[in-house]
């Protein structure tokens, strides 16, 4: 519901007189877009269940988003946060507009995709659930505190085939040229579209942060043109308005690599396309691009470029990543894998520090990167036993897990779960996989009787 009255947020001055200048008769209605709430949005990942079913499923009211299949809107005093169901891994909470990119790019299962600028993680969970956990995907982030949560959140989702980094985009640049079929770069930018969602946002804002914004994201682009392979696609987006940062951007890539062609984009449910009277050269093709604006559609706004890059594939040098080592001793997880799961893990495996990971098939070599979670964590290598890791629970079809401990949203049992607290069983069957109306939220290990609560105590939340 959206309540009209005086703008919420004070607007910087010159962005007021910026944007008057850009959309003249419309900027009325621009400005008047302040005074609505802010678009709430989740979206449904697939990997866990299907739209169809989510939408017969969700415990609360939902509208579909238009431009983003698995979207939806949410009134925020449901608080799906809060939820198990977002405990679970069954969506994620994103802004409207943000879902957009993902569509743009069209990821596949089986191709080699980066998110270069990824925390925290709506834009990978999106691409995740498209590639069907086939192919390779890179995740990477340059901040480490924002990399542990885009780490978290793709293992909430169980995302197995992921790669999540924590680099500079030179330095993945430097080893992985001409490896990736496609390229997300929602570059870090001047917020714009963020002030009515947050805003502590406009206090950061000014004239010289938007070029100094700009002049990150050129940089960034250069290195995603040389990771992007030839006939690979890349998506470029902002969350702010400024032509700078956005068809300005484009229109220095182009010119500085002919071979970089723009491409279509499919537009409508109030998507308007981008301006090229808005740069030096008034570059036609910058029409391809794509505007969200808050005052055209129900979401923050984003701008959204898709480019193709010209000339024949050539093949890459990149090797394959090692797999373990045969000094390490696997027994003990091979032991749990037998009394846990009814599958075998035949991905080649990974150690590190004790710590036991299934790497993605036809995995590039890692050597020399700074690499958070290579592939699926399955656990710790503990003497003379293997502690499973909480992305284990979620990472695998729920017919995987031998022992189940199902539990209901009717009983107060998956509120004592989600605080750390251990559960009444009766049963002695070791680990299990608790879940929630059929959905794993995590470990447990089931001893005469008494389930022992492995739920990550970073994760755990006081539920009432």
């Given at each position: 519901?959206?309540?009209?009255?005086?703008?919420?947020?004070?607007?910087?001055?010159?962005?007021?007189?910026?944007?008057?200048?850009?959309?003249?008769?419309?900027?009325?209605?621009?400005?008047?877009?302040?005074?609505?709430?802010?678009?709430?949005?989740?979206?449904?990942?697939?990997?866990?269940?299907?739209?169809?079913?989510?939408?017969?499923?969700?415990?609360?009211?939902?509208?579909?988003?238009?431009?983003?299949?698995?979207?939806?809107?949410?009134?925020?005093?449901?608080?799906?946060?809060?939820?198990?169901?977002?405990?679970?891994?069954?969506?994620?909470?994103?802004?409207?507009?943000?879902?957009?990119?993902?569509?743009?790019?069209?990821?596949?299962?089986?191709?080699?995709?980066?998110?270069?600028?990824?925390?925290?993680?709506?834009?990978?969970?999106?691409?995740?659930?498209?590639?069907?956990?086939?192919?390779?995907?890179?995740?990477?982030?340059?901040?480490?505190?924002?990399?542990?949560?885009?780490?978290?959140?793709?293992?909430?989702?169980?995302?197995?085939?992921?790669?999540?980094?924590?680099?500079?985009?030179?330095?993945?640049?430097?080893?992985?040229?001409?490896?990736?079929?496609?390229?997300?770069?929602?570059?870090?930018?001047?917020?714009?579209?963020?002030?009515?969602?947050?805003?502590?946002?406009?206090?950061?804002?000014?004239?010289?942060?938007?070029?100094?914004?700009a002049s990150l994201q050129k940089d960034i682009l250069e290195s995603a043109y040389k990771m992007l392979k030839e006939g690979g696609i890349l998506v470029y987006s902002t969350c702010t308005f400024s032509p700078s940062e956005n068809e300005q951007m484009i229109e220095k890539l182009i010119d500085k690599h002919p071979d970089m062609q723009l491409m279509p984009i499919d537009?409508?449910?109030?998507?308007?396309?981008?301006?090229?009277?808005?740069?030096?050269?008034?570059?036609?093709?910058?029409?391809?691009?794509?505007r969200l604006w808050p005052h055209h559609l129900k979401g923050e706004g984003h701008f959204v470029a898709k480019l193709q890059k010209n000339g024949r594939p050539t093949k890459h040098s990149i090797r394959l990543a090692k797999g373990i080592s045969k000094k390490i001793n696997i027994n003990d997880y091979r032991t749990f894998e037998k009394q846990a799961l009814n599958i075998s893990i035949q991905q080649p495996l990974f150690s590190k520090n004790s710590q036991l990971y299934a790497l993605p098939d036809h995995c590039p070599d890692f050597t020399g990167l700074k690499v958070i979670r290579p592939g699926l964590h399955l656990g710790e290598l503990k003497k003379n036993r293997f502690e499973p890791n909480h992305a284990l629970a979620h990472g695998l079809p729920i017919d995987s897990y031998r022992h189940k401990v199902d539990l209901s949203l009717n009983d107060d049992s998956w509120k004592k779960y989600l605080r750390g607290e251990t559960l009444q069983t009766g049963g002695d069957r070791g680990w299990c996989a608790v879940t929630i109306e059929g959905f794993p939220l995590g470990w447990g290990k089931e001893v005469k009787g008494t389930l022992k609560n492995f739920y990550p105590k970073g994760l755990r939340v006081n539920v009432k």
């Open positions: 519901m959206n309540t009209k009255g005086a703008i919420k947020v004070q607007l910087p001055a010159d962005f007021i007189h910026r944007m008057k200048t850009m959309l003249q008769d419309d900027s009325e209605r621009f400005f008047s877009s302040y005074k609505d709430n802010k678009a709430s949005g989740l979206r449904v990942n697939t990997l866990k269940i299907d739209v169809e079913a989510f939408k017969n499923l969700a415990p609360f009211p939902i509208d579909s988003i238009p431009f983003c299949r698995t979207g939806f809107y949410y009134h925020p005093a449901d608080e799906p946060g809060k939820h198990p169901y977002h405990h679970a891994g069954l969506y994620y909470i994103q802004e409207p507009s943000a879902m957009f990119v993902a569509e743009v790019l069209d990821a596949k299962p089986g191709e080699r995709i980066l998110d270069l600028c990824a925390a925290p993680g709506g834009k990978s969970t999106q691409i995740a659930g498209a590639m069907k956990n086939q192919g390779i995907l890179v995740a990477n982030d340059i901040h480490p505190k924002r990399v542990k949560a885009l780490s978290e959140n793709i293992e909430r989702m169980g995302a197995s085939h992921a790669i999540v980094t924590n680099e500079t985009p030179e330095k993945l640049a430097n080893h992985f040229q001409g490896y990736f079929d496609k390229i997300v770069v929602d570059a870090p930018c001047s917020g714009e579209g963020m002030f009515r969602k947050d805003p502590e946002a406009v206090k950061y804002w000014s004239l010289d942060h938007v070029e100094h914004c537009k409508g449910h109030g998507i308007n396309s981008g301006q090229p009277d808005w740069t030096e050269s008034k570059l036609q093709s910058l029409h391809l691009t794509a």
